[in-house]
T-cell receptor, first 117, second 110 residues
Framework: GAVVSQHPSWVICKSGTSVKIECRSL??????MFWYRQFPKQSLMLMAT?????????EQGVEKDKFLINHASLTLSTLTVTSAHPEDSSFYIC?????????????FGPGTRLTVT | GESVGLHLPTLSVQEGDNSIINCAYS??????FIWYKQESGKGPQFIID?????DKRQGQRVTVLLNKTVKHLSLQIAATQPGDSAVYFC?????????FGTGTSLTVIP
């Protein structure tokens, strides 16, 4: 089946630093990827939709200058959390739409746990 | 915004029994629905999906039922096993967006 990877799986950083998270579709090309964040015991919250070669579409309330998304290729999207603060600590999950499934099949990465100290 | 909600936040079942997890959705235009399983510290895992032109779809030990009249979705797990313990999310597809419910935590008692 389709595989999506994320790197790193866990990152601890100091407040004020920036962290980059990578999301890769390993065996298919994804023109559309999604970024979610998830707090403990809560559902996934969509942050932004990333389309290859164009600017990401951010959900209401998500600061685009703080959460930089780059989808430079059909297999890679990156999320950079700039000037991270403790409240940014969360589980960040990406997903990719597999076009072979008619564009509906969404495959998730394993997630990246960000801890800001 | 869209809302997809679950009736029961937690569910405990005896190993071997059948589990039923329910979900309500609000957008009558949604045409695709998915159930995901998420184990602790991991990303969601696709279980089964159903399109709006179907009422029922079966997989291996899982069945999804869709009632468009009352905007209700359910996931049935047959012969629940300890490995089924996880949080289950339903999601609806509206346009190119996916909206997730709050999740139901399923605990299987050996």
């Amino acid at each position: 089946g389709a595989v999506v990877s994320q790197h790193p799986s866990w990152v601890i950083c100091k407040s004020g630093t920036s962290v980059k998270i990578e999301c890769r579709s390993l065996d298919f090309q994804a023109t559309t990827m999604f970024w979610y964040r998830q707090f403990p015991k809560q559902s996934l919250m969509l942050m932004a939709t990333s389309n290859e070669g164009s600017k990401a579409t951010y959900e209401q309330g998500v600061e685009k200058d703080k959460f930089l998304i780059n989808h430079a290729s059909l297999t890679l999207s990156t999320l950079t959390v700039t000037s991270a603060h403790p409240e940014d600590s969360s589980f960040y999950i990406c997903s990719a739409l597999n076009p072979q499934g008619g564009g509906y099949e969404q495959y998730f990465g394993p997630g990246t746990r960000l801890t800001v100290t | 915004g869209e809302s997809v909600g679950l009736h029961l936040p937690t569910l405990s079942v005896q190993e071997g029994d059948n589990s039923i997890i329910n979900c309500a959705y609000s957008n009558s235009a949604s045409d695709y629905f998915i159930w995901y399983k998420q184990e602790s510290g991991k990303g969601p895992q696709f279980i089964i999906d159903i399109r709006s032109n179907m009422d029922k779809r079966q997989g291996q030990r899982v069945t999804v039922l869709l009632n468009k009249t009352v905007k209700h979705l359910s996931l049935q797990i047959a012969a629940t096993q300890p490995g089924d313990s996880a949080v289950y999310f339903c999601a609806e597809n509206a346009g190119n967006q996916f909206y997730f419910g709050t999740g139901t935590s399923l605990t299987v008692i050996p």
